[in-house]
């Protein structure tokens, strides 16, 4: 990766942004209500980032992130992330969230405990509603302790959550699918 920049993309949920360094992606943004508020929300850390082509890594995270939105079975785990701005809890959290694997999940207190105090739950919590890296970082695949889904900071909060563990084939537990049904439990 030589430049720095970021583009927009469209995909089955709407049009995403993407901003990179020169170390890897920086930031993966999923839709907001329209194309401006997308590129509003992902240049608020970098303002200055201009918007640019991507290099041949950032247009395979680009494909690879397109075919997880349309319900394809693909792994993120291979897309280089810039995690040099981030501090080191919520940087373990991300690599922590990264290893569940599609159509699984874990609990925020599950994640704490692998990070060593299952006190550190709500810090798991607030490190996963400022995931910069969505859904490269499937922070969707976090769940509350009874199953629930918890929160989701990206447009459309839970139900957005929920429609992306739909398409991975997980569900949160007790909680109305989008078909009006309703889960059985937390992990699948």
């Given amino acids: ?6 583009t927009l993309f469209d995909s089955a949920f709407g049009t995403c942004a993407i901003a990179w360094s020169e170390r890897g992606v920086i930031a993966v943004q999923l839709p907001e209500a329209d194309t401006a508020s997308t590129r509003a929300r992902l240049l608020r850390r ?5 918007a640019a082509e991507p290099p041949a890594d950032v247009r395979d995270a680009i494909d690879g992130i ?8 693909v792994d993120l785990g291979g897309v280089r992330l810039d995690m040099h701005d981030i501090e ?3 940087r373990r959290v991300y690599e922590i969230a990264r290893d569940i694997p599609r ?10 405990l692998r990070l060593g105090d299952k006190a550190l739950a709500r810090a798991v919590g607030q490190a996963l509603g400022h995931n910069p ?29 929920l429609r992306l563990l739909a398409i991975e084939g997980a569900r ?12 059985d439990d937390g992990t699948p």
């Avoid at 990766?1 to 970021?6: I, P």
């Avoid at 970098?46 to 201009?50: E, G, K, N, S």
């Avoid at 159509?103 to 704490?112: H, K, M």
């Avoid at 949160?172 to 889960?183: K, R, T, V, Y």
């Fill in 1 to 6: 990766m030589s430049a720095t920049g970021h």
């Fill in 46 to 50: 970098w303002p200055a980032l201009p």
């Fill in 66 to 73: 397109r075919a997880l939105l349309a319900g394809e079975p």
């Fill in 88 to 90: 080191p809890l919520p």
């Fill in 103 to 112: 159509g699984r999940t874990l609990s925020y207190g599950d994640i704490a």
């Fill in 133 to 161: 890296f969505a859904p490269v970082v499937p922070c969707h695949r976090v769940l509350a302790a009874d199953g629930r889904p918890g929160g989701f900071s990206a447009h459309g909060g839970v139900r957005t959550k």
């Fill in 172 to 183: 949160a537990g007790q909680q109305p699918d989008l078909f009006g049904g309703s889960a």
